[in-house]
């Protein structure tokens, strides 16, 4: 098992362009998960999924859009990408809802000047 | 409105000593908690976790410690080493399946 893979590993992107961060998880998780980390920052939660099809909003969605129509892929979009969303990008997976342990990938470095 | 609390970001200990670590929350739904574990340029991994329902679970050199009345819980770590140098994440949630609300962190070095 991979568990949780994520790529790139690093981007730099240019105020305005967009671009796709992957994830994938091979644990046949029903639930998934997008995090971000600013420096000195806990994580904050951006979109989550309960399973394919069903997406739902975190605490900071704002710039970001996401789809799973698969279980295994839950795609993070960044539209137009700002400063404000420089910052290390975490995927993460659970079982269920109930099971809190969650499952977390290496993460996306990402830079926007 | 910061719903899950670690007030110390950073702590120093020796090897062999206790280390403590602290977490505060608000929210009084919350009931279940865990600890997570974070190495530069890795994500986290968990570490361990309590309900609600007790006061008190250990795992190896790891305790965690459940004061619901005060709303706080700890974690223990005896003896320390070095390679549990690392930033450890305390969160919560509830049984109402919303999402892990995480704190800041705490910086853990421990010197040899």
């Known amino acids: 098992n991979a568990g949780v893979t994520q790529t790139p590993k690093f981007r730099i992107l240019k105020i305005g362009q967009s671009m796709t961060l992957q994830c994938t998880q091979d644990m046949n998780h029903n639930y998934m998960y997008w995090y971000r980390q600013d420096p000195g920052m806990g994580l904050k939660l951006i979109y989550y999924s309960v399973g394919a099809g069903i997406t739902d909003k975190g605490e900071v969605p704002n710039g970001y859009n996401v789809s799973r129509s698969t279980t295994e892929d839950f795609p993070l979009r960044l539209e137009l990408a700002a400063p404000s969303q420089t910052s290390v990008y975490f995927c993460?997976?659970?079982?269920?809802?109930?099971?809190?342990?969650?499952?977390f990938g290496p993460g996306t470095r990402l830079t926007v000047t | 409105d910061q719903q899950v609390k670690q007030n110390s970001p950073s702590l120093s200990v020796q090897e062999g000593r206790i280390s403590i670590l602290n977490c505060d929350y608000t929210?009084?739904?919350?009931?279940?908690f865990l600890w997570y574990k974070k190495y530069p340029a890795e994500g986290p991994t968990f570490l361990i976790s309590i309900s609600s329902i007790k006061d008190k679970n250990e795992d190896g050199r790891f305790t965690v410690f459940l004061n619901k009345s005060a709303k706080h819980l700890s974690l223990h770590i005896v003896p320390s080493q070095p390679g549990d140098s690392a930033v450890y994440f305390c969160a919560a949630g509830n049984s109402g399946n919303t999402p892990l609300v995480f704190g800041k962190g705490t910086r853990l070095s421990v010197i040899a």
């Open positions: 993460a997976s659970s079982l269920s809802g109930d099971s809190y342990e969650q499952y």
């Open positions: 929210n009084s739904m919350f009931d279940y």
